[in-house]
């Protein structure tokens, strides 16, 4: 890592305003072969794998992370995805034995135990082959990402450093579906069913929204969890 947070600052300014494409060639030309895309398959990271396959040389490889709980419909999407593009996408997997000595329906008893077991702690063994993972934040999710930069650079709580990358920040959702109607991506269809954001199965997890509604409140609705810890476990330097 050649970065310091004082520069990742202020190339994150510089980016305001420039196209998605043009800071994941940045990434790219930096951080390449150790730089990946995170997601989860939603509408902003359909729209990072499309660009960053058809504009940016070399290709991103990408990885999810498979809680053992995930949609047969998200499956299904990988599935295509991977046959699109000709890629293979890596999956993360939780810890069997961490899981099974936590206990059946631990989403029930503490989501954020589950969480941290089921997406944290996979990741958190994925990032020392990284020294940059691309993700599809976008400020206008959720009040809690309202202040995302494009570029910023963490630290996890073992010291392991890695910049983030925000290709869509700055994108709404309305230019995110514009995107992939446009150009007719393949997306989950649970998205015409009413699941604005889509997570793990277990309704207590992920649930519908009603017309009006935010498009994260979908997610541990009626509780006061907002994020899964992905975004939240390594602090901002």
Request: aromatic share 8%; with cysteine.
């Amino acid at each position: 890592m050649n970065f310091t947070s004082e520069q990742i600052r202020a190339l994150s300014s510089q980016f305001e305003g420039r196209e998605p494409h043009e800071i994941l060639l940045w990434a790219a030309d930096q951080f390449a072969p150790r730089l990946a895309i995170s997601t989860a398959f939603g509408p902003d990271g359909l729209v990072i794998i499309d660009i960053s396959q058809r504009k940016v040389t070399p290709r991103i490889p990408v990885f999810t992370i498979d809680t053992g709980f995930l949609f047969p419909e998200t499956n299904e999407l990988i599935g295509k995805i991977e046959h699109e593009y000709g890629i293979t996408i890596e999956r993360l997997h939780p810890d069997e034995s961490q899981t099974a000595a936590a206990g059946a329906e631990l989403y029930r008893r503490d989501a954020n135990q589950c969480c941290y077991l089921r997406k944290v702690l996979p990741l958190q063994k994925k990032l020392p082959e990284l020294d940059a993972m691309v993700t599809g934040l976008r400020r206008s999710q959720s009040v809690t990402r309202g202040n995302t930069p494009i570029l910023q650079l963490q630290e996890t709580p073992t010291g392991q450093r890695y910049v983030k990358v925000n290709p869509l920040a700055t994108w709404t959702e309305e230019q995110v579906w514009w995107y992939i109607v446009s150009r007719q991506l393949d997306y989950n269809p649970l998205h015409d069913r009413g699941y604005a954001s889509i997570g793990c199965t277990p309704a207590c997890c992920t649930s519908p929204v009603a017309m009006g509604e935010h498009e994260r409140a979908g997610r541990w609705a009626g509780t006061a969890k907002k994020e899964c810890g992905l975004h939240t476990f390594a602090a901002n330097i």
